[in-house]
């Protein structure tokens, strides 16, 4: 793990993050989302143009890399007056259970404390037992379990959770 770099992404390099989604994705959610839902999910969240407007609107994005590689990413901003988003926290399957997922949790922990806010917000899969494990090992606790209609008849079953920055 010595080649490993974590950094702010450019605007021209937010398709490394689509990319690494297409592998991700797959592998996290098979067991919990339809391929169907899957499929929208990925072009309501990842197609170029949503990502740009949302680099536009002050997201930050981050790229992990191995080396050269990109194995990883996160993104966050403004939630609320003091509460910061995260909205997406990912590793390639074959780089989990290392501490890297916690390294891209510290680094948009500090990140947002630096902004001035004092909380960190995220919403996850009520059934994806092994982020909300991630998430509770890095100091997240759940504030509520919610619902979201997202459109084509799909909804996002998460549980919202919170960090104390």
Same mark, same amino acid.
């Given at each position: =793990?010595?080649? #490993? ?13 689509? /990319? ?8 996290? &959610?098979?067991? #919990?989302?339809?391929? *169907? /839902?899957?499929?929208?999910?990925? /072009? ?12 536009? /609107?002050? #997201?930050? &994005? ?33 780089? *989990? ?13 500090? @990140?947002?404390?630096?902004?001035? &806010? ?13 982020? #909300? ?6 100091? &997240? ?5 919610? @619902? ?12 919202? =959770?919170?960090?104390?920055?």
């Amino acid at each position: =793990m010595n080649n #490993i770099v974590l950094r702010i992404l450019d605007k021209n390099e937010l398709l490394l993050v689509r /990319q690494v989604a297409a592998v991700v994705w797959p592998v996290t &959610f098979r067991a #919990i989302l339809s391929e *169907q /839902q899957m499929a929208y999910m990925m /072009q309501m969240m990842y197609a170029p143009e949503v990502m740009e407007r949302e680099y536009d /609107q002050g #997201i930050k &994005f981050y790229g992990l890399f191995d080396g050269e590689k990109p194995i990883g990413y996160l993104t966050w901003g403004h939630y609320a007056p003091e509460t910061a988003k995260l909205h997406k926290c990912y590793l390639l399957p074959e780089y *989990q259970g290392r501490g890297l997922g916690s390294l891209l949790l510290t680094e948009a922990r500090k @990140d947002a404390r630096a902004a001035g &806010f004092s909380r960190l917000r995220l919403n996850v899969n009520r059934n994806n037992t092994k982020a #909300i494990r991630a998430y509770c090992r890095n100091g &997240f606790k759940t504030i509520e379990s919610v @619902d979201n209609p997202i459109g084509n008849g799909f909804f996002m079953n998460d549980y919202v =959770m919170e960090a104390e920055l």
